[in-house]
């Protein structure tokens, strides 16, 4: 009997490790699918973010395409009438000087049988190697003007063209937007060619101005100088030309009247110290 119940003893504390074992498995594998479940969900909603993102980025794509592509076919449509016809004058000439109004005048013909409204009139100065390069855009003239058929219209527009321009070619570009009694918008191009703006030359600037001031104080100071220096020697030449009168002979006494000459003659001649001491002297003994 006590041998069998030792044996049931030695059974049981060798079945209670195995099961501690096969438990901390149990939990281990439970923990480790938890973990791969939740690493599969995280990398299920970073692939469902991706694919949004580039569902919207394929969707702004497509979105400018299509906003490209209808400006460019809205441009293409755009054109001219055949039946109006279009002239343009420089007022001021075919030079565009810097910070100078540039003036113009637009004549507008209707050929045709029905009338035109003519809406705006703009410029603009391009860059010259691609037109579609804006460098200055001047304000539309709103026109809003009804043209009959086989009548004619001119309108004026002017513009000012940048001063830091000045030297330097660009495309000008004049448009004519009107449209017919449908509602059928058109475009003519007036003006399409690529012009230099030149700088003007005013007649005195400032820098100008200065140059000649300087100009004229320098040349002024030389001439004093060139007196101040010509009226020393003649000073000096003077001072060694004049001498005394040693001589009465030498004097010219023409022009004494003759009484006052007979006075003088008659009149005693002063003695000098060396005769009157002379004399004093003479006089003692």
């Known amino acids: ?18 099961g501690l074992i096969s438990i901390g498995q149990v939990s281990a594998e439970s923990e480790s699918a938890e973990d791969i479940g939740h690493d599969a969900t995280v990398d299920e909603e970073d692939e469902e973010e991706e694919e949004e993102v580039l569902v919207e980025e394929d969707q702004i794509i497509h979105q400018e395409q299509d906003s490209d592509a209808e400006e460019d076919s809205e441009s293409a449509d755009v054109t001219s009438h055949p039946d109006a016809d279009t002239t343009i004058v420089f007022v001021t000439g075919e030079e565009f000087p810097s910070d100078e109004i540039v003036k113009f005048l637009v004549g507008f013909t209707n050929k045709g049988n029905q009338e035109f409204t003519v809406q705006s009139l703009e410029a603009s100065f391009r860059y010259p190697q691609d037109f579609q390069f804006y460098i200055q ?6 026109l809003n003007t009804v043209v009959p058929a086989q009548k004619q219209a001119s309108f004026e527009y002017s513009f000012i063209p940048a ?3 000045a030297g330097r070619p660009f495309g000008l570009v004049i448009l004519l937007n009107y449209m017919d009694t449908e509602g059928k918008a058109f475009q003519t191009a007036i003006y399409n060619q690529t012009v230099t703006i030149t ?19 320098l040349v002024a100071l030389m001439l004093f100088g060139m007196y101040q220096v010509l009226d020393s020697r003649t000073r ?4 060694k030309i004049e001498k005394g009168t040693g001589n009465m002979n030498d ?17 005693s001649p002063k003695t000098s110290p060396r005769k ?3 004399r004093a002297a003479g006089t003692d003994q």
């Open 1 to 18: 009997m006590f041998n069998f119940g030792s044996k049931i003893v030695l059974l049981l504390l060798l079945a209670f490790p195995c």
């Open 137 to 142: 855009n001047f304000t539309a003239l709103q």
């Open 163 to 165: 001063q830091p321009m």
């Open 199 to 217: 700088e003007l030359e005013e007649g005195l600037d400032g820098e100008t101005m200065f140059m000649y001031i300087f100009l004229t104080g």
């Open 236 to 239: 000096r030449i003077t001072m």
């Open 251 to 267: 004097v010219d006494i023409s022009w004494i009247p003759k009484e006052t000459l007979d006075a003088m003659n008659r009149a």
């Open 276 to 278: 009157r001491t002379k």
